[in-house]
């Protein structure tokens, strides 16, 4: 069956950094657009970075632009979210989602705890 399992996920200090993986298994991961969204508590649920299937174009939310880099390994069926320079206010539940047309699959979460 389809998975997405998420890990990395854990307590920062803020201007710390974490790598977020995104492991699939159950569906053809390079037909697939794969992305990180994020939910705070109290707040919508908002895209964070996207990663194209087919030329690995990339997009990202302006909050997180030149701090955060997605990436995507075809061949391990992985994606990835760098985050760097790290603030209290990206403190959320960070959840994998992957795309295709009408298809779309979802992770559970990865919790991001950003503070002092």
């Known amino acids: 069956q389809v998975q997405l399992v998420e890990s990395g996920g854990g307590l920062v200090q803020p201007g710390g950094s974490l790598r977020l993986s995104c492991a699939a298994s159950g569906f053809t991961f390079s037909s697939y657009s794969m992305s990180w969204y994020r939910q705070a508590p109290g707040k919508e649920r908002e895209l964070v970075a996207a990663i194209a299937r087919a030329d690995s174009s990339t997009n990202y939310a302006d909050s997180v632009k030149g701090r955060f880099t997605i990436s995507r390994d075809n061949a391990k069926n992985t994606v990835y979210l760098q985050m760097n320079s790290l603030k209290p206010e990206d403190t959320a539940v960070y959840v994998c989602?992957?795309?295709?047309?009408?298809?779309?699959?979802w992770g559970q979460g990865t919790q991001v705890t950003v503070s002092s």
């Open positions: 989602n992957a795309k295709r047309y009408y298809y779309a699959y």
